[in-house]
Nanobody, 119 residues
Framework: QVQVVESGGGLVQSGGSLRLSCAASGRGFSVYAMGWFRQAPGKEREFVAAISWITGRSYYADSVKGRCTISRDNAKNMVYLQMNSLKPEDTAVYYC????????????WGQGTQVTVSS
């Protein structure tokens, strides 16, 4: 079993910054990618950013490109999301997810951390 735990959410004013962290733990699993998704009230969950454990290449949704940076610590199986210039529309529950099978969907998810941006 793989456990995924996010941290770092909170309340911030518009234009502020937050850094989210995500740790994956357990036995006998490999990480091929880790990603961040978010779900705002009344909306579907959407992709935010992801990073490949193999190549280190990162991917971003257009809505956060230039404002967010995803980074990793392979040794600790951790991923981070630095979010700058936050906007009220960034308010959502942010979820971390892990891809443990190459080429497959994200198969382990955290419980989420709330990010609220006030105007």
């Amino acid at each position: 079993q793989v456990q995924v735990v996010e941290s770092g959410g909170g309340l911030v004013q518009s234009g502020g910054s937050l850094r989210l962290s995500c740790a994956a733990s357990g036995r006998g699993f490999s990480v091929y990618a880790m990603g961040w998704f978010r779900q705002a009230p009344g909306k579907e969950r959407e992709f935010v950013a992801a990073i490949s454990w193999i190549t280190g290449r990162s991917y971003y949704a257009d809505s956060v490109k230039g404002r967010c940076t995803i980074s990793r610590d392979n040794a600790k199986n951790m991923v981070y999301l630095q979010m700058n210039s936050l906007k009220p529309e960034d308010t959502a529950v942010y979820y971390c997810a892990i891809q443990t099978k190459l080429g497959h969907e994200y198969d382990y998810w955290g419980q989420g951390t709330q990010v609220t941006v006030s105007s």
